[in-house]
């Protein structure tokens, strides 16, 4: 028989007494395509859906359509305001079985402060979703949640309408077969920033010469058009078959779709233990096992490299001694490797404080030194003078969280907004006193590989 679990609350959601009625249910399904279900979604749920895998591929999440959201444009108070919120909503939820949980997803900007128009101009500045139907697959089971919030009590006859959709998302993605999908054709290119970047990295290394930041993380974009609108599902599929050795993520908002493939956790938490990532430091991989053992070798003995990486570990090491009753930190990287570079690495665990919390570590530990820099308000500073773009999550924090507090964040890097028949890819690097901007560039280039290769474009080096 199969497994099901419903479940009915009811929450006050505002001062005045409002409340809403919380209704879910979880069946167990077999197992199915986690893209197919998502693009079962096309017709109804476009713009509001959700992709997400860990690097171990232990976790698949999708979201189609929202039961509900949560965003604000609060310039400093934005992780406290969606924990708040979200702790609120899920209070009478009962707790302790992980394929039960309501799981909120979504992303805090890379700068509140920043207010560059473009691509991200519609994007609040926090931005989750408690998704209608959501899908989760975890190692070899998969769960079907419904998530309905209404103001009436009586909502039944609405939540069985959410069963029958529900039952043909399902279906759909487990008959028909995974399609293939064909890379988008690329009508041109162009690099919007390239000479003001390479002044930038010139300019940045003179503050840092002067003594007024150590490390400033500068980025760039490349922008694409194709030749006809490209689908989510389509650059989803590329990024799946592709990058099979990072966080894959996709995030609808309205006409938007941002995804990426990133190597690197900002933060996990599961039952009260916490897990970090260091992840700075670059070089290319080697056409030839000898070629990329020497790349790797000489990763690790290089100074420029290692100074990147050393201001990130003692930026999340001082964060997590803040936060944790006992912690392990490594004394030296190792090397990351995925499939277009080579990066230092150096993972950080501990044991959480009462009290402390994923969003709460989300909200002290970005940015790291990885993607803003040393010192922290220096740094953006420097960033906001210098990069003429608006990052929008590029960068910043994408990830879920469920009802006890369990969750995992991110740090949105190879990734890219795509818009209709355009799409923005963006890519940096750690500056710091000995940065030369031809090198930069050059590791810019990498960085953007993987996303131009989804793209259906190359770069010639
Ligand atoms: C800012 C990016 O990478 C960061 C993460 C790893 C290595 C980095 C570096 O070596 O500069 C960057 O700090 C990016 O990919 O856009
Ligand atoms: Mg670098």
């Given amino acids: 028989m199969q497994q099901k679990w419903y479940q009915a609350t009811e929450v006050e959601v505002d001062s005045l007494g409002q409340s809403l009625h919380f209704y879910m249910e979880t069946i167990e399904v077999s197992r199915l395509s986690a893209l197919a279900f998502y693009a079962a979604g096309e017709e109804h749920y476009k713009g509001e859906r959700f992709y997400w895998q860990n690097r171990e591929k232990t976790m698949t999440l999708v979201g189609l359509g929202h039961a509900y959201t949560i965003q604000n444009n609060a310039k400093n108070d934005r992780y406290d305001a969606v924990e708040a919120e979200w702790k609120n909503l899920t209070k009478n939820c009962v707790k302790g079985q992980s394929e039960l949980q309501p799981i909120l997803f979504g992303g805090f900007t890379f700068d509140p402060q920043n207010n560059v128009a473009g691509e991200w101009t519609d994007f609040p500045e926090a931005f989750f979703a408690l998704a209608t139907y959501q899908l989760v697959i975890r190692d070899d089971k998969a769960f079907v949640s419904i998530h309905l919030l209404s103001k009436d009590g009586q909502a039944e006859p609405q939540f069985d309408a959410l069963r029958k959709e529900r039952d043909h998302l399902i279906h759909a993605a487990q008959v028909k077969e995974v399609k293939t999908y064909s890379k988008p054709e690329i009508t041109s290119y162009f690099e919007p920033y ?69 190597p690197e956790r900002l933060v996990k938490v599961e039952k009260g233990r916490a897990f970090s990532s260091c992840v700075a430091g670059s070089i290319k991989r080697g056409k030839t096992a000898e070629e990329d053992e020497a790349y790797g070798q000489s990763l690790l003995n290089d100074s420029k490299n290692g100074g990147e990486h050393q201001y990130v570990v003692d930026m999340i090491a001082e964060t997590f001694r803040k936060n944790c009753v006992e912690m392990k930190v490594p004394d030296s990287p190792r090397l990351l490797k995925i499939r277009d570079i080579q990066h230092l690495y150096t993972p950080v665990e501990g044991q959480l404080n009462n009290g402390a919390t994923i969003l709460q570590l989300t909200k002290s530990l970005h940015p790291t030194p990885a993607l803003g820099g040393v010192p922290r ?21 994408i990830g879920w969280v469920d009802a006890e507090g369990n969750g995992e964040f991110a740090v949105a890097i190879r990734s890219a907004a795509l818009v209709k028949d355009r799409a923005y890819l963006y890519a940096g690097g750690g500056i710091v006193a000995d940065s030369e901007p031809q090198s ?9 590989r993987p996303m131009l290769r989804a793209l259906g474009g190359q770069l010639h080096e």
Wanted: no cysteine; aromatic share 10%; net charge negative.
């Fill in 194 to 262: 390239k000479e003001p970047y390479l002044a930038s990295i010139d300019q940045v290394t003179a503050l840092i010469k002067q003594k007024k930041a150590d490390k400033v993380v500068i980025a760039r974009s490349l922008a694409l058009q194709f030749k006809e609108e490209v689908s989510s599902p389509q650059v989803l599929s590329q990024i799946i078959h592709e990058q099979p050795e990072s966080y894959l993520f996709g995030l609808e908002h309205q006409e938007l779709l941002f995804f990426g493939a990133s």
């Fill in 377 to 397: 308000k220096e740094a953006m500073a420097a960033i906001r003078k210098y990069e003429p773009m608006n990052r929008g999550l590029y960068a910043a924090p």
């Fill in 440 to 448: 930069e560039y050059d590791e810019t280039l990498v960085k953007f």
